[in-house]
């Protein structure tokens, strides 16, 4: 083996017939070209070798023809069906469990317009916290203290908080920029509530944002750059993979590191 991979205790376990990717930080965001074949290069293989493959981001707004543009401006091919936003969870998540509720938003038009499409009926915006069942948090660097008084307002009247993610940054075009972890402490602070997070590590966008079975998952791999993407895999059962991160993360250990992505077709390769 090249690189820093090393036997982990996925090897004793069943073949890998499914590998989800992270996207930033793993197949976009880095300023250079990373060493070893390109991401592209390496999603061709898996998918010669008759591997299925997928694409999990925790952006708020990013559709799934957003993440088939984006990925085909990189050299890697995104068929549909293969790829959702913790955005696109969110939507599918509030159709299946809160279908009519009225929703405040803090967060994207992006957002907005995921929960739009997704729903069997017109959505019940509203923008007063005393009217609202249900706060929807997303990516929101523009936050404003009218969005934090009409949360708090919300939480008063016991409404539920979601949020896409709690992810305090992602990489992109090699410099972190802010995901919607700060936004979401200011809002869980204003509601006096804990949210629930619908994005990754929560293995509802793997089950019902990919169609997953738990049983299709024990023998899918998960791809990441960060501590998020390992226990997203822990608690689906699936294989994990830490790619080129730093050493010192939190949270679960994973199966395997790596810091060249065609290590995986060997990791995929070995379980077979
Ligand atoms: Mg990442």
């Given at each position: 083996?090249?690189?820093?991979?090393?036997?982990?205790?996925?090897?004793?376990?069943?073949?890998?017939?499914?590998?989800?990717?992270?996207?930033?930080?793993?197949?976009?965001?880095?300023?250079?070209?990373?060493?070893?074949?390109?991401?592209?290069?390496?999603?061709?293989?898996?998918?010669?070798?008759?591997?299925?493959?997928?694409?999990?981001?925790?952006s708020s707004?990013?559709?799934?023809?957003?993440?088939?543009?984006?990925?085909?401006?990189?050299?890697?091919?995104?068929?549909?069906?293969?790829?959702?936003?913790?955005?696109?969870?969110?939507?599918?998540?509030?159709?299946?469990?809160?279908?009519?509720?009225?929703?405040?938003?803090?967060?994207?038009?992006?957002?907005?317009?995921?929960?739009?499409?997704?729903?069997?009926?017109?959505?019940?915006?509203?923008?007063?916290?005393?009217?609202?069942?249900?706060?929807?948090?997303?990516?929101?660097?523009?936050?404003?203290?009218?969005?934090?008084?009409?949360?708090?307002?919300?939480?008063?009247?016991?409404?539920?908080?979601?949020?896409?993610?709690?992810?305090?940054?992602?990489?992109?075009?090699?410099?972190?920029?802010?995901?919607?972890?700060?936004?979401?402490?200011?809002?869980?602070?204003?509601?006096?509530?804990?949210?629930?997070?619908?994005?990754?590590?929560?293995?509802?966008?793997?089950?019902?944002?990919?169609?997953?079975?738990?049983?299709?998952?024990?023998?899918?791999?998960?791809?990441?750059d960060s501590?998020?993407?390992?226990?997203?895999?822990?608690?689906?059962?699936?294989?994990?993979?830490?790619?080129?991160?730093?050493?010192?993360?939190?949270?679960?250990?994973?199966?395997?590191?790596?810091?060249?992505?065609?290590?995986?077709?060997?990791?995929?390769?070995r379980t077979?």
């Amino acid at each position: 083996m090249r690189g820093t991979s090393t036997p982990g205790p996925r090897d004793a376990k069943g073949p890998l017939r499914r590998v989800v990717f992270d996207l930033h930080g793993v197949l976009v965001g880095h300023p250079l070209p990373l060493p070893g074949a390109p991401a592209g290069e390496v999603i061709s293989r898996l998918r010669a070798e008759g591997v299925a493959v997928a694409f999990v981001t925790n952006s708020s707004s990013s559709s799934a023809s957003d993440i088939i543009r984006m990925m085909a401006d990189v050299g890697v091919e995104v068929r549909p069906g293969e790829a959702i936003s913790a955005g696109g969870a969110m939507a599918l998540y509030l159709r299946e469990h809160h279908p009519g509720a009225r929703l405040l938003l803090v967060g994207q038009p992006g957002l907005r317009r995921l929960i739009a499409e997704a729903a069997d009926a017109p959505v019940r915006w509203v923008s007063n916290g005393d009217a609202a069942d249900v706060v929807v948090v997303g990516r929101a660097p523009g936050l404003t203290v009218r969005e934090l008084e009409e949360a708090a307002r919300a939480g008063r009247r016991g409404a539920l908080l979601l949020a896409t993610s709690e992810d305090a940054s992602f990489l992109v075009s090699g410099e972190q920029v802010p995901g919607p972890g700060k936004t979401l402490r200011q809002v869980e602070h204003a509601m006096g509530v804990s949210a629930r997070i619908i994005g990754k590590p929560d293995p509802f966008i793997l089950m019902r944002g990919l169609g997953l079975s738990p049983e299709q998952l024990r023998s899918t791999l998960v791809v990441g750059d960060s501590s998020i993407d390992v226990r997203l895999g822990v608690r689906a059962g699936a294989a994990t993979v830490l790619f080129n991160a730093p050493a010192e993360q939190d949270g679960p250990t994973p199966d395997w590191r790596i810091e060249r992505l065609e290590e995986v077709l060997e990791l995929v390769g070995r379980t077979k």
